[in-house]
């Protein structure tokens, strides 16, 4: 997408303003986002207000990324047919953590993302229990890769199966996060919260605002309100 069609769709954009008593107009601060949750670095972001005539600092374009992610809305809810469910290592601020995602194999659209402090077990029945919460996955298969999700599934009455073909669109969508965060290091330096609200931002970001590919370059959320 070019610089200039991101900054005239974030203009056209009719949103509700999530900052108050901000100095810096709502389109600026939304393209300002746009602009780091498509890959650009929070350096690079401030660099090109700079070229439009916005003078902010690196922490006020932080701020901007942290609090719209505070304010975005849920995925679209769904009833899918199959959902790959996996985690892969991450570090925060030098930590191991587990970072947990569950994905429409149809629709693509990225459910949930969290990030725990071990893996096994209990963490993937409680990732698994935020689903049941925003969406009808009682008839859903999950796919799996590990005996220790059939454990999980099983304590909330979920149908699941290994699968290492299917399931392939999560590996797919833990390589583009992957990409995004080596983008600019080799792991989050922040708090495990930190990370979570910048996850939570790229899920509507991925979901709502990137297309994909695979959808012939719908996103996801287009796809699945079809």
């Known amino acids: ?12 954009e009719d949103s509700q303003d999530v900052w108050e008593n ?14 780091h949750t498509a890959g650009l670095s929070i350096r690079e972001t401030v660099a090109i ?13 932080w701020n901007w990324v ?3 992610s505070e304010a975005q809305s849920d ?15 991450i570090e925060i601020d030098g930590e191991k953590k587990w970072l947990y995602a569950a994905v429409d194999t149809e629709s693509k659209l990225l459910f949930e993302v969290d990030v725990f402090s071990r893996r096994g077990t209990d963490p993937a029945a409680a990732f698994l229990h935020r689903l049941t919460q925003k969406h ?3 008839d859903s298969v999950f796919l799996v890769d590990a005996g220790g999700y059939l454990t999980a599934l099983s304590r909330h009455d979920l149908s699941g199966r ?7 669109h999560i590996e797919k969508w833990f390589q583009t996060v992957t990409m995004r965060i080596d983008r600019f290091h080799s792991f989050w330096r922040g708090s495990q919260s930190s990370a979570k609200q910048w996850l939570r931002r790229f899920r509507h970001h991925y979901n709502h ?15 699945i309100q079809n």
């Open 1 to 12: 997408m070019q610089l200039a069609d991101l900054l005239r769709e974030t203009l056209d």
């Open 22 to 35: 901000e100095r810096t107009p709502t389109p600026v601060r939304r393209f300002g986002v746009r602009l």
């Open 49 to 61: 207000l700079d070229l439009l005539g916005v003078d902010r600092s690196h922490g006020a374009v």
């Open 66 to 68: 942290h609090t719209l």
């Open 75 to 89: 995925p679209p809810t769904a009833s899918p047919s199959r959902v790959a469910v996996d985690e892969k290592q």
């Open 136 to 138: 009808d996955v009682a």
């Open 162 to 168: 290994l699968d290492y073909r299917i399931r392939n």
């Open 209 to 223: 605002e990137r297309p994909n590919q695979a959808l012939d370059g719908k996103t996801p959320a287009e796809e």
